[in-house]
């Protein structure tokens, strides 16, 4: 399987405070994106970063990409409790027809 | 950004009955629209690639003759699943490229299944 990890599993933070989730894929990539997840909807796309990129910002998200580590990470500044959600990346890896390969997820808990 | 749908957002069925999910792509045309699952607290797992006008690539370990997958036109695919157990309860997304080329996959959603 090709599908990634992300770690960690869970995280849970006093609102104000950052969340760092990281992201590990397993070979060449076209491009890595980031997607929230309320419980029991569908996906909502965050950032998009390309294998020639490095860091990428959005407002309140950071995105940073090593390719040689084959690893992400996305950085959540001045969380709020709206926040609270589960976070996945997905590789789109060379040469597989664009189809998106999802790693495990982070549950990102912010307290009030 | 573009907008995908999905209809039914929830279905209960009884064991052995076949449903049908409808996955549409509002403002844009797709000619590839992805189909997952996602059992509770996991990732979500590609079952299939669904090409307008043409057969859908499945991935390994998914039934094709259980879930069927027609897309026959360029913002509508539709996921039947078929002789529906207890098993295949799960929730199913589908996701399609916005137009003019991005590399942004948006997605439906959600439909949740529940087989009794």
């Known amino acids: 399987s090709q599908q990634g990890e992300e770690d960690p599993q869970a995280l849970s933070i006093q609102e104000g405070e950052n969340a760092t989730m990281n992201c590990s894929y397993k070979t060449s990539i076209n491009n890595l994106q980031w997607y929230r997840q309320n419980s029991g909807r569908g996906l909502v796309h965050l950032i998009l970063i390309r294998s020639n990129e490095r860091e990428k910002h959005s407002g309140r998200l950071r995105v940073t990409l090593d390719t040689s580590k084959k690893s992400s990470s996305l950085l959540i500044t001045a969380s709020r409790a709206a926040d609270t959600a589960s976070y996945f990346c997905a590789a789109t890896y060379s040469g597989s027809a664009r189809q998106l390969t999802f790693g495990s997820g982070t549950q990102l808990t912010v307290l009030p | 950004g573009a907008v995908v749908s999905q209809h039914p957002s929830w279905v209960i069925c009884k064991s052995g009955t076949s449903v049908k999910i409808e996955c549409r792509s509002l403002d844009f045309q797709a000619t590839t629209m992805f189909w997952y699952r996602q059992f509770p607290k996991q990732s979500l797992m590609l079952m299939a690639t669904s090409n307008e006008g043409s057969k859908a690539t499945y991935e390994q370990g998914v039934e094709k003759d259980k879930f069927l997958i027609n897309h026959a036109s360029l913002t509508l695919s539709t996921l039947t699943v078929t002789s529906a157990h207890p098993e295949d309860s799960s929730f199913y997304i589908c996701?399609?490229?916005?137009?003019?080329?991005?590399?942004?996959?948006?997605f439906g959603p959600g439909t949740r299944l529940t087989v009794l």
């Open positions: 996701s399609a490229y916005g137009g003019g080329g991005t590399d942004t996959q948006y």
